[in-house]
């Protein structure tokens, strides 16, 4: 069994990606909110050294997000 090594996906972590593209403007990316660069790039975490697209799960605990989770976005209520 081995352990899953999980991160989740920093502004800085993005922006180092733009700064990767020479066809992207990182003085765009800087003005970006998290939550919208997640949304733009459409992945919020690395899992095990590979991109991964989470929405609709918890961002710490991965498990599927339940429709009334208002309150926490992107966590469960456990977390």
Do not use: A, W
């Amino acid at each position: 069994m081995s352990i899953e090594k999980i991160t989740l996906l920093s502004k800085e972590n993005f922006l180092n990606m733009v700064k990767n593209d020479p066809d992207l403007n990182i003085d765009n990316f800087k003005k970006i909110k998290i939550n919208e660069l997640r949304e733009h790039f459409k992945i919020t975490h690395i899992i095990n050294g590979k991109f991964k697209d989470m929405r609709g799960n918890c961002f710490k605990c991965l498990t599927p997000l339940r429709p009334d989770y208002t309150q926490f976005k992107n966590y469960c209520l456990d977390c």
